[in-house]
């Protein structure tokens, strides 16, 4: 189903009503960079049409130069269907015909200008590896986990494609398709994206977004008819003229300016650059926090913001932070760590005497397992978030998968 039209709120979301028809709009000059569409999509093609037609009316007119749609196999069979098959309604036109003639009729150059197909380099279908046999298939949807980190590294591989030639600029789209792929373009912009490329989502008002013959405002053929649901029998028509497409720009940050070092090799998978980010801001918030604990109190000190923590979640900061303290390897972990943290625990009990501290209280008598540091670790994030600020920072310092440890620099933390 395409997008629900909503009132713009901010000053990214462009409307475009009918206009005079704007200066024949001339291919790309040599030297000036070529504007790519890069869009998702689903079940709904009309998105393309739709977001061209608002491109081609912006204040200053865009005209990508081509067009490359990531999709599914069973969007692919949309797109063929309902852009690339002729129309009764339009003459014997396709809908992507129309759309070139009505851009062409309002005084638009499209030489060299719209070049999109059927074919695979134009609609990309998203593949997967099978690991039992080895092949590769065309995914129908994307309905699993697997599915998921399959279209995430193929939209990554889409976008750098465009975003490491110099000589293109990227407008990509997140208005079709499943959330999950919006979701996912919006990620691989934000991590590869530059300041000159665009992340856009299109909106058309109520009831043209749930017309299936609807592709843009100054389509051919007349009225479009809809059952009417309130009363059986009659048909509803509507004028395509009376159509609004606004367009908005979704903003993002370009991190790809505080991860040269990281991007300036071959991203690999999605989800390995995901880490690698990660745990370069992890590197960079640790070096600005100071961490004080104090072990006769149980509390935690962050940037001057103190947290009481219960005594499980006690004992996992103090045995992180000494083994961070005494630059020991982090386990890979939290399975690995369960027996070193039993014997700390031993320690503990027997480091005083006094049965009104915090190490003797009953959650420590029992041998710890996995479940128990998990449940600590997430008690001392949960708290650190709800506290904010410079506290906030820490969280991210804390064990994760595939890492049990607190990745701060020694020489700040302090242990009382």
Known sequence: MKPKMSKPKTKTARQYKEQPAPAATHATLPGQPETVLLAVTGMSPAVLTETVWALANEPEPVIPSRIIVVTTAMGRTEIIKWLFEPLPRFSGQTPWEALRTALAASGHNLTGKLRFGATPDDIRVITAADAATGRTRELDDLRTPADNEAASDFLLEQVRGVVENPDTRLVASIAGGRKTMGALLYACMTLVGRETDRLTHVLVNDPFDTLREFFFPKQPGGHISKPDTQNSGRMLEYHPANARVDLADVPFVPLRNLFVRELGRKAGTFSRLIETCKADVRRRAAESIRLTIDSARAELDV??????????????????????????????????????????????????????????????????DERDLTKAVAGIREKLRWQGGDAALLAPCLPEKGRCSLDIVPPMIFIK
Not at 314 to 338: G, N
Not at 341 to 368: I, M, Y
């Open 303 to 368: 940037n001057g913001t103190t947290i009481k923590l219960s005594p499980p979640e006690m004992l996992v900061l103090l045995f992180l932070a000494r083994r961070a303290k005494q630059r020991e390897q982090p386990y890979s972990s939290y399975k690995d760590a369960i027996d070193d943290l039993n014997s700390f625990r031993d320690e503990q009990l027997e480091a005083t005497k006094d049965f009104n501290d915090w190490r003797h209280g009953p959650s420590l008598r029992s041998v710890w």
